[in-house]
Each structure stands twice: as C-alpha cells, then as structure tokens.
C-alpha cells in the first residue's frame, strides 16, 4: 500500500453550466497525494433550456437569471480562495443562436472564461468525474447521463474510454416538446417511447459494436434524474442508505417507479419527498430516457454515481497543471488515495497508521486457513480500516473505536461500494473491547451471513496488529506466525514471534515486554473466535 506523502493544498472551483440547472463546486486538491475534496457543492435552476420557440435564442430572463447565479458562484468560489475557476457550458448554450453572445457577457460583466464543450468533450469530462468517484477494475462500464438538453452515453474501462457519445435527447427539451397533457396519456406516452428509441439507437449501436465478445457492463448512472429515482426508491427501503453514491436499482425497480410517476399528475409528483418543484416537472420524459435506455442495452441493473462533469472539471484541472501523471493511474489507486485523504483530513498520525496497516496484512497473509478463510477481498478492507481506526481518538480517546465507526460510515470512501464502506467501519469499529454483538447497530447494518464473517475476521486481525502499537516510535521490525502446535479440537497453541528493530552494533535490542504484554491480552478473543491459545516470544529475551 502507498506512503503517504507530505501534503499540498490547493482550491479550484468548477462551474457547470447546464440546460436546467448550474452547479457550482469548490474542491481542495490534496497535489501530493493527486487526490480532491468537496467542500462546497452548489445547485441553482436557471432554466437555459426555455428557449424562444421561434428562434431558439437563449431568453432575455434565462440569460439574466443565469447572470445572477454565476455572479453568486464567483463570488463564493473567490470567497474560498480559489486559484482558478473553470466554466463549462452544455448543450443548451450550444445549440443557441445567441449562445457565444452569451458567453461574451459573462466575460465582460463578470470576468469568466467559459469553455463551451461539444458533445463528445461532455461526455469525456462525465467519464473523468466518474473515475474519480468509482473504481471500475477490469469490468467494462456504461455511463449514462440525462441532461436537461442530451443525454451522453459512455463505455469505459479502467483504462481507456472506447465510446464518448451525446444525444440531443433530455429531460427538459423532452419535457417542453412533448409533453404539454400530464399526466401522459398511453398513446403519447407510446410515442415519445419511440421517439426515444430512435434518438437514443446510434448511441446504442456504437456501445454494442464496441463490446467484446461475452463483456457484461455494469450500467452507471449519474447526474439529476437518475439521483431523483434513486432517491425515491431508497425512500421505501427498510434502511434507506446515508448517501446514493454506490446505490443499486433493478430494472424492475425503474419499470415500477416510471409506471408510479407516468400516472400521477404534477401536483402529486411535487408532494413526493426528495423531488423540487422543477424536477417534479421533467422527471417523467428524464425517467423513461433512462428506463428507454436500459431496457435496449438490456441490463439489469444500474449503480448510480454522484460525480459527473463538474468533477469531471476538477479531474481535467488536475491532468492539465501536471498533478496527476495520467487518469488511469487515478482510477487504479482511487481507493489508496480516498482512504489517505479521509486519514489526513480526521488528523489520523500516518506513520503509526501504516505501521499497523503494515502488521495486520502480515497477518492477513501468514494466518489465511488460521484466523481467517478470505479469498482476497478483505485484505485492502483490513487495510483501510487500518489506516483509518484512530480517527475518533480526538472525539473521545476511551470510546474512540466508536467514533471510528461513526466518522468512517459518514465520511466518503469513494471507490466502495456501499457494503464494502458498512464493513470498513465495522472492522475499526471491532478492533478494540467488546466483539460484535446483535444489538450493535454496526453489526446490524452488516447484510449477510459471508460480509460478517469477513467482518469479523478481519477486525480480529486489526485486533492483533493494533494491539502491538503501544509506543509512539516503532519498535518492531517484523513478526512471524509459526505453525501451531495441537489442532483447535484440543487447544490448539497459535506461537507468534516478535523481531525486534536493529538498534545497530552494541545496542541491546529493545526490550519487547510491552508488546507481548498487549498482544497477549487478545488471546481470549483469539480463543473464543478461532480456538487457539496465543504464545507469544521475542527475540533478545528470555521466554517464560
């Protein structure tokens, strides 16, 4: 796992210039590690996409409400003490007449460079704000994002994008061409279906014909309409999830609420939770561009990612001022870099963390059939839990494991699935006094039988390696698992040996009575999970 290095902050800002709405966002980019967090997310409707219907032109009001929001945003990002800020406009600037008008008051009244981006260059900035945001391994990914004037479609990998497409299909210019009745009635509905379908179909093309033979991809869905059904799913869950980052819905799940929406009328659509009043008016046509869409690449399901193009910005920021060798690398270590950016931001001590971090995965590798039957997927949970299992000592430093748990659940761990930040948690939450218990709230939140036994575990390691950090300075240089003596039907003995760090020629070694004193107070749990008595030596002592 990476060192981490000394730390550089920098602020960028990034303004995203949609058909329905503007965003802003302000990010402090940690240059040393190549990594960023959000510390200001903005939203204001604007409305560019109601343009005139004669001509097209962006209106006298769109253009001064737009104004008003981007003279708020400088001003904010420049509050924050941004270095830069970057400006993207999207399709309904495109397509205006008076749209590079436009940008041109922008840059005189308010001082911003607006880079107005084509369809494909939009759909390559979402790709980059979901690298940021997701890890995507060696499975193929397709990205969808549904505007308010396009709809761009995305295949990638973790290592290259191999189709960028936009379509001039969205939830606004849908909303404001083909639905004047709402609700919909069935043969309007059937023909917007349609409509959709041939829009769409060139992009889908380009998709299969770009898909190797027997590839599967996981369909990923970002941006207003996609977090607004997810949202509205989520509602009716037993445990609604703390963030959508990572949340999964089925197609069937889609069908059901695209039908539950398409009969209500708008002032019933507005009283549902989560939903504003403007998106209550386009979620109808944005909602069956989506379920449109998966129902011709005929996937199963979706995972909704809640970066896209203004992260995207930041990523782009990042690749041009040569603080990332390229977006690949990124993506390959995204969980690396998320887990050491949350431990420097709760005021974790990194060199003792990873020396930890460093025991427990010695561990992990010498006692696989022993302590634990993971098949691989633990280790780098084992790892981030890790590195992260103090943060709560500035909190409370009796309960800290707690306040671990706490901090780690709420706190972004992009990169993890939502199951796999659950475990995170619960293997620091776990690492100290009680073992879990069905009235935790932390192990009630763990789903499945398989999750906590990994849980379980790995947390019992944590246990061991956490338990051998008693010193501010690091005394071991190594330790190693013997093979045991007995089986665990007749009390089994589980030998550790502790090596002691080379003092140099003439220097005793460090006495290591501290360190078996702690590692030793683990053996009931060790004994109670597992069945084996720990006998622990070190090296320059005499054993007892």
Not at 66 to 88: F, M, N, P, W
Not at 391 to 404: D, T
């Amino acid at each position: 796992m990476p060192q981490a290095p000394k730390s550089e902050i920098r602020r960028v800002a990034a303004i995203d210039i949609g058909t329905n709405s503007t965003h802003l966002l302000v990010a402090e980019v940690d240059a040393a590690l190549g990594s960023f967090n959000v510390v200001v997310a903005e939203k204001s409707t604007t409305r560019l996409g109601e343009r005139d219907q004669e001509r097209g032109e962006l209106t006298p009001a769109a253009v001064e409400r737009a104004l008003q929001t981007l003279r708020h945003c400088r001003d904010l990002a420049k509050s924050h003490g941004v270095e830069q800020i970057v400006t993207a406009a999207t399709s309904a600037v495109r397509e205006a007449p008076n749209g590079r008008d436009f940008l041109g008051t922008v840059q005189e009244q308010l001082g911003l460079d607006v880079d107005l981006v084509s369809g494909p260059e939009e759909a390559r900035l979402i790709y980059l704000g979901v690298l940021s945001g997701m890890r995507f391994g060696e499975k193929p990914h397709l990205i969808i994002d549904i505007g308010g004037g396009s709809t761009e479609l995305i295949l990638a990998d973790g290592h290259d994008a191999r189709v960028l497409s936009s379509s001039r299909i969205g939830a606004v210019r849908l909303q404001r061409e083909f639905c004047q009745q709402d609700p919909l009635p069935g043969s309007r509905r059937s023909f917007l279906v349609a409509y959709i379908q041939g829009a769409i179909d060139p992009a889908v093309s380009q998709v299969k014909g770009a898909l190797k033979p027997g590839e599967r991809p996981q369909l990923v869905a970002t941006s207003g309409t996609a977090m607004a059904l997810a949202s509205l799913a989520a509602a009716d869950d037993p445990r609604p999830p703390l963030k959508l980052q990572g949340y999964r819905l089925s197609r069937e799940r889609v069908d059901q609420l695209v039908s539950r929406l398409v009969a209500m009328s708008p002032e019933q659509r507005r009283a549902l939770p989560g939903l504003n009043e403007r998106r209550a008016e386009i979620i109808v046509p944005g909602a069956l561009i989506l379920q449109t869409t998966m129902a011709m690449l005929q996937v199963p399901d979706l995972v909704i990612c809640d970066r896209a193009l203004r992260e995207g910005l930041i990523v782009d920021w990042m690749l041009r001022n040569h603080l990332l060798d390229d977006r690949f690398a990124f993506q390959s270590t995204i969980r690396e870099r998320t887990v050491l950016h949350l431990a420097r931001g709760f005021g974790v001590e990194l060199p003792r963390a990873e020396r930890v971090a460093a025991h427990a995965l010695s561990l992990y590798d010498q006692t696989r059939g022993l302590l634990h039957d993971d098949g691989g997927d633990g280790r780098q949970l084992l790892w981030a839990a890790a590195m992260l299992h103090t943060c709560g000592k500035h909190i409370n430093i009796s309960a800290y494991h707690k306040h671990s748990w706490y901090l780690i659940r709420h706190g972004e761990l992009l990169g993890y699935t939502e199951a796999e930040h659950l475990m995170v948690a619960a293997i620091a939450r776990y690492h100290r006094r009680s073992l879990p218990k069905k009235r935790h709230e932390a192990w009630q939140l763990i789903e499945g039988r398989s999750a906590r036994h990994t849980v379980a575990s790995m947390a019992l390691l944590l246990r061991l390696a956490a338990a051998l950090d008693r010193r501010p300075q690091a005394v071991i240089e190594c330790l190693q698992v013997q093979a045991p003596k007995g089986g665990m039907a007749d009390g089994g003995v589980l030998p550790i040996q502790l090596q002691a760090i080379d003092q140099g020629p003439g220097v005793d070694p460090v006495d290591l009575s501290l360190e078996r004193w702690s590692l030793q107070r683990c053996s009931d749990a060790v004994q109670e999970a597992c069945g084996y008595e720990l006998r622990i030596s070190a090296s320059g002592l005499s054993q007892s």
